[in-house]
């Protein structure tokens, strides 16, 4: 049982540079989620798709942009790679719709630098 | 104020302890609370859900204040396999919205032999 999968795990980006995190689930789950973690920060929201066809802005959406491929992919998209953007990037899913249940599932995290 | 608020520690105690976090948030129309725990260069990974009446599951113990904001989560005679880091997690969601988890910076325990 898979779960939440992530790729790639190890990224070294220099500045200017594009890439895509790709991200998948096989619990099918509605909701997906990207975070970034940083040092002394804790988890923040980058963007989320509550259901399939939909994406709405986090926290901190400002440099991505995400694609809600299918109920299965959530990618999250570096059009210009800074070194803000330095980071632990974690893909998330959760089952429910309703906000009192529904456990988050964690995929194990890519570790992006930017140079 | 910010929005989940928990003591960064560390906590360093020794096995057998019992050590007790604290969290608060602001958002009074908060409606579900969780503690997630994430080790060391890995995932989170929910611990508990939180309910209003208190629950127990094993050595560890959630309460909820919602008059005062708060959550707690109490660890007995901790382990070494405690170690970790230990977030709070608020929903934010009202009315028929799933809302947003809100995370905390997480308190750190170190638990020693």
């Known amino acids: 049982n898979a779960g939440v999968t992530q790729t790639p795990k190890f990224q070294v980006l220099k500045t200017g540079q594009s890439m895509t995190l790709q991200c998948a689930q096989d619990?099918?789950?509605?909701?997906m989620y990207w975070y970034r973690q940083d040092p002394g920060m804790g988890l923040r929201l980058i963007y989320y798709?509550?259901?399939?066809?939909?994406?709405d802005k986090g926290e901190v959406p400002n440099g991505y942009n995400v694609s809600r491929l299918n109920k299965r992919e959530f990618s999250l998209r570096l059009e210009s790679a800074a070194p803000s953007q330095t980071s632990v990037y974690f893909c998330?899913?959760?089952?429910?719709?309703?906000?009192?249940?529904?456990?988050?599932?964690f995929g194990e995290g890519s570790r992006l630098t930017v140079l | 104020r910010k929005e989940v608020e928990q003591d960064p520690g560390p906590f360093n105690v020794p096995e057998g302890a019992t050590v007790a976090f604290n969290c608060t948030y602001s958002?009074?129309?908060?409606?579900?609370f969780f503690w997630y725990r994430q080790d060391c260069r890995k995932e989170p990974k929910l611990l508990m859900s939180?309910?209003?009446s208190g629950n127990e599951d094993g050595r560890f113990t959630a309460q909820l204040n919602r008059a005062s904001q708060y959550i707690s989560l109490l660890i007995r005679d901790s382990k070494l396999s405690d170690s970790a880091t230990y977030l709070c997690?608020?929903?934010?969601?009202?009315?028929?919205?799933?809302?947003?988890?809100?995370f905390g910076k997480g308190t750190k325990l170190s638990v020693k032999p």
């Open positions: 998330a899913s959760r089952a429910a719709l309703t906000p009192n249940t529904g456990e988050l599932f």
């Open positions: 619990m099918n789950h509605n909701s």
């Open positions: 798709s509550a259901s399939e066809g939909t994406t």
């Open positions: 958002n009074s129309a908060s409606q579900s």
């Open positions: 939180v309910y209003s």
């Open positions: 997690v608020v929903n934010t969601a009202s009315g028929g919205s799933q809302g947003n988890l809100i």
